[in-house]
């Protein structure tokens, strides 16, 4: 049976900067009412994470002008910014698997994502410095949304 909250770390690890979800999650003690998971971003994949939880927590890289700039974003309030996620290799992925889960009444109640803008995201690169400075600030901002949310479930 699945956790009430999930907490998903979204990218490529041979992409630089796309790895920044996947390192965030690698990072976070999650205990028990919580499964922590990574993800490509692949749509569908996301849908079934997200489907029958209470909250859901997504991290992933995304386009920007700010090397390293987080932002979080209410997904359950509405969609995300057009183009933010269109950097990534999965294509059909976090923007609009969430908004699919939104039409089938499967996105839960609680849908926070954080995007961590990128600086590069060319293949066998090393994450850069400005998107490794943000990854303990993302994961920390993470563990207090996670206390949040199981107090409430």
């Known amino acids: 049976m699945a956790s009430p909250v999930v907490v998903i770390g979204v990218g490529n690890a041979l992409r630089a900067d796309d790895a920044a979800g996947l390192e965030v999650v690698r990072r976070l003690r999650a205990g028990p009412g919580v499964d922590v998971l990574e993800q490509s971003g692949e749509a569908t994949a996301l849908l079934d994470a997200l489907r029958g939880r209470a909250a859901a927590l997504i991290v ?4 920007g002008t700010d090397p390293g700039r987080l ?4 997904a359950a309030a509405g969609p995300l910014p057009q183009g933010m996620f269109g950097v ?4 059909f992925g976090v923007a609009e698997g969430i908004e699919l889960a939104r039409a089938l009444g499967a996105l839960p ?3 926070v994502v ?3 803008e990128g600086e590069r995201f060319e293949t066998g690169a090393p994450i ?3 998107v490794a400075r943000t990854l303990p600030r993302a994961a ?3 563990t207090k949304d996670i206390a ?3 107090k409430r479930t």
């Open 60 to 63: 992933d890289a995304a386009a």
């Open 71 to 74: 932002h979080r974003l209410d």
């Open 88 to 91: 990534s290799t999965h294509g």
């Open 109 to 111: 109640p609680v849908c």
């Open 114 to 116: 954080y995007a961590v």
């Open 128 to 130: 850069s410095e400005a």
């Open 140 to 142: 920390e901002s993470i």
């Open 148 to 150: 949040t949310c199981m």
